[in-house]
């Protein structure tokens, strides 16, 4: 866990990385994903359809378009960790739990 306040060198690169992952599910599914940075980690809140207007939860596609959503964000984490392994902790800290990526794997 960070704060503004201490000396910790990879601010930016934790925003870098957080676009990276976020662009990677818009290019990569057919949604957007909904994330923030809270003390230094990144938090992934929600993926919804990029065709939201069209595409809602009534939709008979919905739960397989935003399931396709959220194992992209799984590819797009472990993408990110390998790619900033000096974050490796505070871009997997909140990784889904249903995940096929664990400590032990």
Sequence with gaps: MHSW???WPYWDD????????????????ECHL???????????????PKDW????WEHPEYNTIVA????????????AASK???MEEE???DRPEWSTKTDES
Excluded at 19 to 25: A, E, G, L, N, R
């Design 34 to 48: 909904c994330c923030k940075e809270k003390y230094g980690s990144i938090r992934y809140e929600q993926v919804w």
């Design 91 to 93: 871009l997997t800290e």
């Design 5 to 7: 306040n201490d000396d």
């Design 68 to 79: 396709k959503g959220w194992r992209v964000l799984d590819e797009a984490i472990t993408k």
């Design 14 to 29: 934790l925003y870098v990385a957080q676009d990276f992952i976020k662009d990677y599910v818009k290019d990569n599914s």
């Design 53 to 56: 207007e069209n595409i809602t």
């Design 84 to 86: 900033w392994p000096m």
